[in-house]
């Protein structure tokens, strides 16, 4: 502690040699003042205590890892992704986010084929991070990743890219198996535009998932899409966010053929749902039938 005061580089020799210290509070200690000289020195010895045996140590490992921004901690840390245990892996992968050098795409693109989940969930975080276009055709393939939550964190790192030639594999993700994947592509999609993005949006309204149906509702409203009949259909949904969000849309298109079904809603339960049907029933009445038709 007295170290971490002086912040001098000949600190940092005896500061690794505390992290082998047999005092469990030493060496997290010790790796709690390493975090803060940021030598890059530190970095190995900082893997090697992503195992030590007591929890406390691995954490404030990890933790110190995140703060190194030099480019000399780049290598070692590379390094770690060959190692056998999956949590130091991951711990890796997620310090080198941190650092966005360019030089650890290849390497985080080979993570993407790791056999741990988790650590392809930190590896498709952390390409989306570094935004580097040679990773797309790797994040693409890891939308048909064997874990949802793989799939889901690639929609949202191939976001980041802003590419309209990403727009077929987010529709495709419309029909995903798990219903999480379908609200991320569905939210993307939304942000969107086009034939493609509108028609998957209009699909989705159909979903069973509540959750998918609201972003949709959402999306077709943000875009304009006429679809009225399904919006109608959605002001009578259990959930009271589908109504709502629905209610904006019909706002949004405005559709004039749904002027009853919003008056209806004067008597919703839900006050916000109530608030929202009054705004779009406004809209209508200030802009007359202007609407989009998909695609357009």
């Known amino acids: 502690m007295a170290l971490e005061e002086l912040a ?13 210290d047999p005092d469990p509070t030493v060496r997290r200690l010790a790796a709690g003042v390493l975090e803060e000289l940021g030598d890059a020195r530190a970095v190995g010895p900082l893997v090697d205590a992503l195992e030590d045996p007591a929890p406390q140590v691995r954490v404030a490992a990890r933790t110190a890892l995140r703060e190194f921004r030099s480019g000399e901690a780049t290598g070692p840390l590379i390094a770690a992704l060959g190692r056998p245990a999956s949590e130091v892996r991951e711990a890796a992968i997620l310090a ?3 650092l966005r050098d360019p030089r650890a795409v290849e390497p985080l693109k080979h993570c993407l084929r790791d056999p741990s989940a988790a650590v392809r969930r930190e590896a498709v975080t952390a390409l989306g991070y570094l935004r580097e276009r040679t ?14 939550s793989v799939r889901r964190l690639a929609i949202g790192a191939l976001s980041f890219f802003n590419d309209p030639g990403l727009v077929a594999d987010f529709a495709h993700a ?17 942000r969107m535009g086009g034939r493609e993005a509108s028609s998957a949006l209009v699909r989705a309204l159909d979903d069973e998932a509540w959750q998918v149906v609201k ?66 029933l406004n809209d209508i009445a200030m802009a007359g ?8």
């Open 289 to 296: 039938r202007v609407v989009h038709s998909p695609g357009t």
């Open 174 to 190: 419309i029909d995903d198996t798990d219903w999480q994947v379908r609200r991320e592509a569905t939210i993307v999609l939304g």
């Open 8 to 20: 001098a580089p000949e600190s940092v020799e005896p500061l690794i040699r505390a992290l082998r």
């Open 215 to 280: 972003e949709a509702a959402a999306g077709v409203g943000h875009q304009r899409v006429a679809a009225v009949e399904p919006l109608v259909r959605l002001l009578s949904h259990t959930h009271s966010d589908v109504r709502k969000n629905a209610a904006v849309a019909l706002g949004a298109i405005a559709a004039l053929e749904a002027v009853g079904s919003l008056t209806a809603l004067a008597h919703d339960d839900d006050v916000e749902v109530r608030k929202a049907a009054r705004r779009a």
């Open 135 to 148: 990773a797309v055709d790797a994040l693409r393939e890891s939308l048909r990743d064997g874990d949802a």
């Open 96 to 98: 080198l986010r941190e």
